[in-house]
């Protein structure tokens, strides 16, 4: 899988302007209980039972260094490829944030991207 930033948030139905240029490209976060927690709760390496629940980022997803302004993000998509792909999951980013070329890599810190399935 593949976390990428938007400055226009997409829909359900796709859309949005991902970030481009000045460096930006998605990081990759292997499917993996290493990479994901279990259902069972936030940090968790046990696999999940069940068909729904909620899931987070074991380790902070850390984006390349911005060589340009990337401008204000403010939501972020799963994809299933590095380019183009499927966008499976999207959120808005609160509080927003401005990414300027002089800025340090952008995070996502550890616990903080949740992804709920019914």
Known sequence: MYVGLYTTAPTDAGGGVEVSGGNYSRVAVASSLANWA?????????AS?????QTSNNG?????APSGAWGLI??????????????????????NKTVNASDPAPTIAAGTLTITED
Request: proline share 5%.
């Open 74 to 95: 403010v939501a972020l998509g799963i994809f299933d490829a590095v380019s183009a792909g499927n966008l499976l999951y999207w959120g808005l980013v609160t509080p």
């Open 60 to 64: 902070v997803i850390t984006f390349p």
């Open 49 to 53: 039972t069940g068909t729904g629940g």
């Open 38 to 46: 279990g259902t069972q709760g936030a940090g968790t390496t046990v």
